[in-house]
């Protein structure tokens, strides 16, 4: 069973840095496309990144592109999104997602960003 489990959300002020971490398991995690997807009050999702784990191509959205980071660990199953010079536009749930774009990917529970002074 695919498991993707995020931390390391919290309150941040504008400006401010976070590091998300994504512990994913129950599947060949060094050989998977891996996505940051999130979701603001009242909107849909929105896909902002991904990577490729098993050539470390990465992928950004225009609204993170030179703010936000993507890298895979393959050795410890995690993925993680450094996030710099945050916004308060970046305020969401953000999820690590297996498989985005397709019918069956599968996201992980979420974990919430807030950035506000």
């Known amino acids: 069973e695919v498991q993707l489990v995020e931390s390391g959300g919290g309150l941040v002020q504008p400006g401010g840095s976070l590091r998300l971490s994504c512990a994913a398991s129950g599947f060949p995690f060094s050989s998977s496309t891996m996505s940051w997807v999130r979701q603001a009050p009242g909107k849909g999702l929105e896909w902002i990144s991904s990577?490729?784990?098993?050539?470390?191509?990465?992928y950004y959205a225009e609204s993170v592109k030179g703010r936000f980071t993507i890298s895979a660990d393959n050795a410890k199953n995690t993925l993680y999104l450094q996030m710099n010079s945050l916004k308060s536009e970046d305020t969401a749930v953000y999820y690590c997602a297996k498989d985005w774009g397709y019918s069956d990917y599968v996201r992980g529970q979420g974990t919430q960003v807030t950035v506000s002074s």
């Open positions: 990577i490729h784990t098993y050539i470390s191509n990465q």
